[in-house]
């Protein structure tokens, strides 16, 4: 049977600001059934440090994605007319129970995944990424991982709690979900609790990449590397919005300054091309800390970028 492809929809149909907000203007299913790819929220901010506020994550980017047309006309991509994409909405996660709300999301991901559907996931802090992941490696395996963040997030507890945001990969690695040797962190900086503590993910077999190593050029060259590190294998890229600098991106839990350029960003996303990429996410957008929209923006464009790098998608 023919799969449906659907369009999103146009601004000479609706105005931009009418209509219904689904990322993308894309329509709304219930189920990835039938699915290549599929928008997700998960509106998660339990697992937050700092600031709180991803909650409203998902619901902002999909506001800010009305302006985002099919067509990339830098790279030729043309996602809609070989993917079957929708937006399936949000993960109903315990508001009040972070650890009830990792089984959820878990299971949620186990339901996408059995239809051979690729998840974009708009979160929601990055405690969302571990049960995603642990949803993945029953389906794929272990993965290899880029991820883009200012913080590495190995931390072995938070006030004694072993699952927060800040925890994810660290977890990840114990529960033998990652390959680690094609494991890539960018964009890491700031300050430690010790001297040592990138030095984790080092040990692991990751490629650290801090931010000052990206400073003043291109992450093409860069990019080159990465492919070569993390291909061989099904591919997850997590992308916190806080890797960006917050002169971009000030709506975020944990802002950092020195960050990537939402250039370097788009580089980072169309590198990746090529890679058998089984998932992506973009976490820790917090638009009460963003009066203008602007990160809400910026995640929809990140997610489209990713969007137009899965497998299978067309070039014109």
């Not at 369009?7 to 059934?33: C, H, K, V, Y």
């Not at 700031?190 to 400073?215: L, P």
């Not at 996410?281 to 464009?301: I, K, Q």
């Amino acid at each position: 049977m023919e799969k449906q492809l659907y369009q999103p929809l146009g601004g000479n149909e609706m105005p931009r600001f009418g209509g219904i907000a689904t990322m993308l203007r894309l329509p709304q299913r219930d189920s990835a059934a039938g699915l290549d790819a599929a928008f997700v929220g998960v509106p998660l901010d339990v697992g937050t440090s700092l600031r709180p506020g991803t909650r409203f994550g998902p619901r902002g980017i999909r506001a800010e994605s009305v302006m985002i047309r099919p067509y990339n006309m830098a790279t030729g991509a043309a996602p809609f007319d070989s993917l079957a994409v929708a937006d399936i909405g949000d993960v109903a996660i315990n508001t009040f129970n972070l650890l009830d709300s990792v089984r959820i999301i878990e299971q949620a991901y186990d339901g996408i995944l059995e239809h051979g559907t690729i998840p974009l996931t708009l979160g929601g802090d990055h405690t969302i990424t571990l049960p995603i992941l642990r949803a993945i490696k029953r389906r794929h395996g272990k993965v290899g991982l880029v991820h883009v963040d200012a913080h590495a997030d190995v931390n072995d507890h938070m006030f004694g709690e072993k699952i927060a945001h800040g925890t994810t990969f660290r977890r990840a690695v114990e529960e033998e979900l990652l390959d680690c040797e094609r494991v890539v962190q960018i964009g890491l900086r700031a300050q430690g609790y010790t001297a040592n503590d990138f030095n984790w993910s080092r040990e692991q077999g990751f490629r650290v990449v801090q931010a000052e190593e990206c400073w003043h050029k291109s992450l093409e060259p860069l990019m080159a590397e990465v492919r070569r590190k993390v291909d061989g294998g099904p591919v997850y890229l997590s992308f916190d919005i806080d890797g960006i600098d917050p002169a971009w991106a000030p709506g975020t839990g944990t802002p950092e300054i020195g960050g990537l350029t939402t250039i370097q960003a788009i580089e980072i996303i169309r590198g990746c091309q090529g890679l058998d990429l089984v998932g992506c996410d973009l976490v820790e957008v917090s638009p009460p800390y963003d009066t203008t929209g602007n990160t809400s923006l910026l995640g929809a464009n990140l997610l489209y970028e990713m969007l137009c790098v899965l497998p299978g998608v067309v070039r014109r």
